[in-house]
């Protein structure tokens, strides 16, 4: 299955090391947004495929629902799922679902932050220079994230759903 | 009226100075600063500098090296706050601080870190690599 999310990955991998030695900050920022952005299509294609569902003839309606997630909004999401007391809306899901004893969820949440705002970081700042332990850092981020939806989704599939529902419908619940 | 509350960024950098970090286990950085701020959507953040001295290989600063002390600093700003200000937790060296959210503070707090942190790190790395000699960070200008 081609995703584009995982090709983002490799190509964040291979700007990190570029060049061996002496990295051009160019190379080092690219990358950095590369993995922020394989993350954010990666759980776009999982939240999609888990709640559109992954039958072929879905892949325009699952493009479709891509559309509505939002880089802050998603950022908002990851915020209220490490929280021991979310807000009302979600408290329910928090005592059936134990969701503050799931270190993946924590994980997945806590690097998108992290990513999110390296990558604007490495997208906008540019009075600050970035060093390659900083985009491997990155990467792995990106990495670990990844194998944390795919444990998440594996062993607490309600919990995955929530968070896959949150981030797609953030826009309008929100605010709720 | 309206009532501002300042963060006590000062009461939170307690929390996580390298003495708590080298009680965790943790290979601790030179020093730690927080600084209060807003991050890139406009919230209001902490940024939680982790600053460990230039010769700090790249090898030191490896994610899988410094995951748990990241998350272990990050969360426990988080809850000292009330889960309310997102503390975003960077690991620099000292010469990579130019450019960062809370520069001009990061410098004035690198002139005041004291003898004492400095004395700490080098004494938590003699224990922790007992094959190399200690070699102290260099002064700060």
Same mark, same amino acid.
């Given at each position: ?20 030695r002496r990295p051009k900050d160019a190379n080092l920022r690219r990358s950095v947004s590369a993995s922020y952005y394989a993350l954010f ?5 999982? @939240?999609? $495929? /888990?709640?559109?569902? !992954? ?12 559309? =509505? ?8 999401? @990851?915020?209220?799922?490490?929280? !021991? !007391?979310?807000?009302?809306? /979600? ?22 932050? =992290? ?43 309600? /919990? ?6 949150? /981030?797609? $419908? ?7 | 009226?309206?009532? #501002? ?5 000062? %009461? +939170?950098? &307690? +929390? #996580? ?7 965790? %286990? ?17 919230? &209001?953040?902490?940024? #939680?500098?982790?600053v460990f001295p230039d010769q700090t290989p790249d090898s030191a600063l490896a994610w899988n090296n410094v995951k748990d002390m990241v ?7 988080? *809850? ?15 010469? &990579?601080?130019? %450019? ?27 224990? *922790? ?9 260099? &002064?700060?200008?």
């Amino acid at each position: 299955m081609a995703k584009l999310s995982l090709d983002l990955l490799v190509q964040a991998r291979m700007l990190a090391w570029r060049e061996p030695r002496r990295p051009k900050d160019a190379n080092l920022r690219r990358s950095v947004s590369a993995s922020y952005y394989a993350l954010f299509h990666f759980l776009i294609e999982e @939240c999609t $495929l /888990l709640t559109i569902g !992954t039958a072929h003839n879905r892949v325009r309606l699952r493009q479709f629902a891509g559309r =509505a997630f939002v880089h802050g909004k998603m950022k908002a999401v @990851c915020e209220e799922f490490v929280k !021991t !007391t979310p807000r009302d809306l /979600l408290e329910p899901f928090w005592q059936s679902l134990h969701v503050p004893s799931i270190p993946d969820v924590r994980i997945l949440a806590e690097n998108f932050i =992290a990513l999110q705002q390296q990558r604007h970081a490495a997208d906008y700042n540019l009075s600050r220079r970035f060093k390659r332990h900083e985009a491997n850092r990155a990467v792995d981020l990106a990495q670990e994230a990844f194998d944390a939806w795919r444990r998440l989704k594996r062993r607490h599939t309600e /919990l995955a759903l929530l968070f896959a529902l949150a /981030l797609m $419908l953030w826009p309008g619940l929100g605010g709720r | 009226m309206t009532t #501002v509350v300042i963060p006590d960024t000062k %009461g +939170l950098a &307690e +929390l #996580v100075q390298p003495s708590q970090l080298a009680e965790q %286990g943790f290979t601790a950085p030179r020093r730690v600063s927080v600084i209060f701020g807003v991050d890139h959507t406009g919230e &209001e953040a902490y940024h #939680v500098y982790l600053v460990f001295p230039d010769q700090t290989p790249d090898s030191a600063l490896a994610w899988n090296n410094v995951k748990d002390m990241v998350r272990w600093v990050q969360e426990r700003i988080w *809850k000292a706050d009330g889960e309310q200000r997102w503390p975003y937790v960077r690991i620099k060296r000292e010469s &990579e601080i130019a %450019g960062e959210p809370g520069e001009s503070q990061l410098r004035r707090d690198r002139l005041v870190a004291s003898p004492t942190v400095i004395q700490s790190h080098a004494q938590v790395n003699r224990h *922790k690599n007992p094959g190399r000699s200690a070699r102290p960070p260099s &002064e700060p200008s």
